[in-house]
């Protein structure tokens, strides 16, 4: 049956809810990130569709939010909001957007994962799978000893997860730094960790995400990840290293090309 939160109106919500959307169309429309060219309504309502309210909330309810302030990025995708935690610890509440979301690119990442049973049949399904997917992949990462934002919780098609960075401002990513001889010497050795330890690959590495900190580098963004054990790990894990070598090597840090660091990595 389909999900009876599709397409009804908004008398029946609760006051709780209005009150959260009235709180979130205030800092949205605060926000200097947010596009001048977009309608904003029609924006939000694409975010903040009544299930996903209503996940807010739960999430409130269990302590696992108190606060979400503007956003800190605005994908096609999904948008990542600056928050806190029920004791007031700055999160990343990233939400992936229902409607907009071209679920089928997803498939190919998600079949194959022994992680995951039966394809879900819709994209509002796949979204929730695909959420709990980075939610797991952080989570293997991080106890395979890999910096990443450590998850907090999920629900539906929101992620909560540590703040990297000063809030408001996240940490720049590799891409807006520069790098050095240790960045490039810790990015093969983390690729080499995830699928040695962590027994995974990222498939959606580029210099776009991982942020580089004081404490060193941090990888993000894992949803795309997939165990070693998928039928495309390989070529995902070629892709990887050959964006970071390519990435590298623009800013003029070379070293191993691609295939002798996919065979350091494999062996
Ligand atoms: N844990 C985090 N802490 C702080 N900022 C974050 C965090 N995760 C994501 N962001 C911000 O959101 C942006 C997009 O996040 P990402 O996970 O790469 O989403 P997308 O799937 O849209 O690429 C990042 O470049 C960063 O600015
Ligand atoms: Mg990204």
Request: charged share 35%.
């Amino acid at each position: 049956m389909a999900e009876s939160d599709e397409g009804s109106n908004e008398s029946d919500e609760s006051d709780e809810s209005s009150k959260m959307r009235e709180k979130l169309l205030r800092s949205e429309r605060d926000n200097r990130y947010l596009r001048k060219d977009s309608d904003q309504r029609k924006v939000l309502e694409e975010v903040f569709d009544r299930s996903t309210l209503l996940a807010v909330e739960a999430l409130i309810a269990r302590k696992d939010l108190r606060e979400l302030y503007g956003v800190v990025n605005s994908g096609k995708e999904a948008r990542v909001y600056y928050g806190l935690d029920g004791e007031g610890i700055p999160v990343a509440v990233k939400i992936y957007l229902i409607s907009a979301s071209d679920f089928r690119k997803r498939m190919g990442y998600i079949a194959g994962d022994r992680r995951f049973g039966k394809l879900p049949s819709g994209s509002r399904d796949t979204i929730y799978l695909w959420t709990r997917k980075e939610f797991k992949n952080l989570q293997l990462a991080d106890y395979a000893g890999v910096r990443v934002p450590k998850p907090h919780a999920f629900l539906k098609n929101i992620l909560v997860m540590e703040y990297i960075g000063a809030p408001p401002q996240p940490a720049p990513t590799f891409a807006e730094s520069e790098v050095d001889d240790e960045d490039y010497e810790w990015s093969f050795k983390t690729i080499r960790a995830l699928w040695k330890k962590a027994k995974m690959v990222h498939a959606d590495l580029s210099e776009f995400n991982v942020f580089k900190t004081a404490k060193g580098p941090v990888l993000f963004d894992m949803g795309s990840a997939v165990l070693s054990s998928h039928p495309q790990a390989e070529d995902y894990l070629r892709r990887d290293v050959a964006n970071m070598v390519r990435f590298f090597r623009k800013r003029g840090i070379t070293g191993k090309d691609s295939d002798e660091w996919l065979g350091e990595i494999l062996k």
